[in-house]
């Protein structure tokens, strides 16, 4: 069965897609699920530079759930392509991208670095 979809002009083998922030950069889950299956991986948000976040605690649990204040944590673009895309590359799925910043010009920079480094979307 064909579970082609396609967004824009990306094209992702099925439409199974990780949510953003909850599955780190891939590598975290990667012994509990075949990567390769996925449509896409969708990486924790990426800033310009290293964020750490916000202080513990992070997470209250709740009678009805969790709250949760991570707090935008994440490596910095530079480190993510250092350290995180390599390891991605390894597996036969597309690789989205969650940019975040205050500025429109690192709007703007941000996803061209991760283009030029072949960042799919």
């Known amino acids: ?7 824009g002009k990306l094209k992702l083998k099925n439409p199974v897609m990780t949510a953003s922030g ?5 590598e975290e889950y990667s012994e ?3 990567l390769n299956k996925l449509g896409a991986i ?6 310009p530079n290293p964020m750490e976040g ?3 605690p992070r997470i209250y649990e709740t ?6 204040a ?3 944590q994440n490596v910095g673009v530079k480190e993510f392509l250092k350290t995180k895309l390599p390891y991605i590359r390894n597996f036969d799925t597309t690789l989205q991208a969650n940019i975040l910043d205050t500025t429109l010009q690192e709007y703007v920079k941000l996803p061209r670095t991760l283009d030029d480094a ?4």
């Open 54 to 56: 916000n202080p513990s």
């Open 42 to 47: 969708v990486v924790k948000g990426l800033s």
């Open 1 to 7: 069965m064909d579970l082609t979809v396609n967004i």
């Open 70 to 72: 991570i707090g935008l």
């Open 22 to 26: 909850t599955f780190g950069y891939g």
């Open 118 to 121: 072949g960042v799919d979307g």
């Open 32 to 34: 509990f699920v075949d």
């Open 63 to 68: 009678p009805c759930g969790m709250l949760t």
